[in-house]
Every structure is written in C-alpha cells, then in structure tokens.
C-alpha cells in the first residue's frame, strides 16, 4: 500500500492520521471541504500531502480524489449527534450516501480497502457491558442510523468482492485539536477549556456516568493496523477503546492532576439520553488487529494540557 486518501483529513482526527501517514513514508491525499476541519490543523506536514478541497457528497469530486490510491481513511462525516437530529437529511446525505460514494469510486478505482470510522453511538442505551460487536446495533440518532447503516454499505461492497473494508467504531476520543466550542463537544476538551479559561468545569448528572476514553494516537495506530491487517473479513466491524471505563468524578481528578491545579465542579441536570455506563470489548480488535491502546488516561491528558497551554484560543 502506497497512497492513501484521508477524508476528513484536516479534522480532528483525520488530521492525526495524515501526520502518522506521513511519517511513515505513505504519499497521502486529503479530501476536505472544510465544513468543521481547518486547514491550521495540518500546519506541521503543510506542503507533505496533496491537497483535494471537496465534499463526500460530490461524485465527480470523490472518483477524481480516489485515482492512484490503494486505501482510504474514511473520517469525514457530520460528527454531531444533536445536529443529525436537527437536520437528518443532510447527515443522511453526508454520512451515508457519502460513503456510497467513496465505496463506488474505490471499487472503481481498483482500491485495496476502505477503513470507516465508526462509533460506539451503534448501541445506543443498551446497558449491556462491555459493548461487544456482536450486540445488536440499537442507534438513537440520525447521527447513529447513518453511521449502522453505512456499515452495512461496507459489508456489501466486502461481499461483493474487490475491495476490502473495516468499520472502527470509536468509543470517547480526545486529544490535541478536538473542537470544545459546542454545548455538544467531547466532555474531556470542554473540561480543558474551562480550565484554561479559569471557568468551573460542569458536570450534567452525579458524576458517576463512566466512557472508555481513549487517546487520538491510540486510534490512529487502530486505523493504521486495520489499513495493514493481511485479511479482513467482508464488513469487518471492530470496538476501538481501552477496554476500560472511568467516570467523570475520576476523569476529573486525573486531569486536576495534568493541570497541576485544584479543580472543584458545579453540578447540573443530567443531559436528556445520556448513556449512563460505556466500556469497550477489545477481544475482537486484539485478536484480528493486535490492537491494545497504549496511552493511559493520565498520560493522554498530560499531552492535551501540555498542547494546549502551547496554542492559542
Ligand atoms: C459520545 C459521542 C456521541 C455518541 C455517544 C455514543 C462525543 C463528543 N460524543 O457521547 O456522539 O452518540 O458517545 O456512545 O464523543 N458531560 C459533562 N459536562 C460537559 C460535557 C459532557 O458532564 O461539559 C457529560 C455528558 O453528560 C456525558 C459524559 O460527560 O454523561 C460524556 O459526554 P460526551 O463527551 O458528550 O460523550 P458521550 O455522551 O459519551
């Protein structure tokens, strides 16, 4: 495998992944239209990457970025849960017929195997722990339902031969340029910038909900074994977490801790639908993959404050 195309590349996430790539000596191509990446995210390989400003939803766009490429790293997509249930249809568009159109173009194009980036958002409220892959899929959202069903596009496209693909269902990613702005961001980097800005952190609930939280470098070695795994199974699904839980009440002392500072937080009303318990099951991922995340939650939040005290709001 020699190129790849990241979508979503200048993202939180897809921006990880293009520096990785390119540190390992693949050419990369990025697609992006810049709806929620910045290009400042992919400032250090500026110049390093080929550079394709365009949506997943535009056809034409998509078969020209896919010429010459051997794998794609399918991370672009509407992210957002409560905005997936404000607008459906252009999640729909985004999430799902985006990723028809990047299946086609690949299988098209002769392309060796597409890595989709998932989420743990596929099961939904069912309490069972840990979430293993063979659960079935229960999505809540507009945001979840695409992310299933596009899937299943995956597992098709595997079946019916030429390409292979692989669905990396992401448990609670944080790390070093994942936007806090929102109401809705992940609670680990609104807790960041509520440090930073001298605010009290909010916790919605008693503090007891516990995620899988897992390092944006652990994930980026996930997708880099799934790209290189020497067989995957058509529409081969795989949890990417730790495989262990904390809660928030945990979280926080452990970040007070990155922060060298005293943190107490105020407490407010649980948020509607919030799941209460998420743990990942990674016997699967070790197994097939040989992934196990490395980066334990102290030193993942010690490299988020280190970050963040470099750049600027
Ligand atoms: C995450 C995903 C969501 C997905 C879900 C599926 C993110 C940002 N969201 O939601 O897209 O549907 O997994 O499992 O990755 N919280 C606070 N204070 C804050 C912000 C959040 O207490 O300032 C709480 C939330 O109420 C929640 C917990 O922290 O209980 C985690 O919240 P969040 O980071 O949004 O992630 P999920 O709810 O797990």
């Known amino acids: 495998m020699r190129r790849v195309l990241v979508t979503g590349g200048a993202g939180f996430i897809g921006s990880h992944l293009v520096e990785a790539l390119l540190d390992k000596g693949y050419e990369v191509r990025v697609l992006d239209n810049l ?10 390989v500026q110049g390093a990457f080929e550079w394709v400003e365009a949506d997943v939803r535009d056809r034409e766009a998509v078969l020209r970025a896919m010429k010459d490429v051997d794998g794609v790293l399918h991370e672009a997509a509407m992210v957002s849960v409560p905005f997936s249930m404000e607008r459906p249809r252009e999640c729909h568009e985004i999430n799902l017929v985006g990723t028809l159109n990047i299946l086609e173009a690949a299988r098209a194009a002769g392309v060796h195997r ?13 309490p069972e722990l840990p979430k293993r892959e063979t659960m079935v899929p229960e999505p809540e959202s507009p945001y979840g339902a695409t992310k299933v069903a596009a899937e299943q596009y995956l597992r098709a496209y595997a079946r019916m031969g030429g390409l292979e693909t692989a669905s990396l269902r992401y448990f609670n990613v944080y790390g070093p340029r994942q936007d ?8 680990i980097s609104r807790f960041v910038e509520s440090l930073v800005a001298g605010e009290t952190p909010i916790i919605f609930g008693d503090g007891e909900q516990s995620r899988d939280f897992i390092y944006v470098g652990d994930v980026v070695r996930a997708n880099l074994l799934a790209l290189r795994a020497p067989h995957l199974e058509p529409g081969a699904v795989f949890n990417i977490g730790t495989g262990h839980s904390v809660t928030l009440l945990e979280l926080l ?21 919030d799941v209460k318990h998420s743990r990942a099951d990674m016997a699967r991922a070790r197994a097939v993959l040989g992934f196990e995340a490395e980066v334990p939650l102290s030193e993942g939040l010690a490299r988020l404050w280190k970050w963040r005290q470099k750049v600027r709001s």
């Open 180 to 187: 806090p702005r929102s109401m809705y961001s992940g609670v």
């Open 114 to 126: 597409v890595v989709m980036a998932g989420t743990a958002a596929a099961y939904g409220n069912n």
């Open 35 to 44: 709806s929620t990446g910045r290009r400042e995210n992919l400032a250090s």
């Open 253 to 273: 002392e452990v970040l007070a801790r990155a922060a060298g500072r005293e943190v107490v937080p105020r407490f407010a009303s649980a948020r509607p639908g």
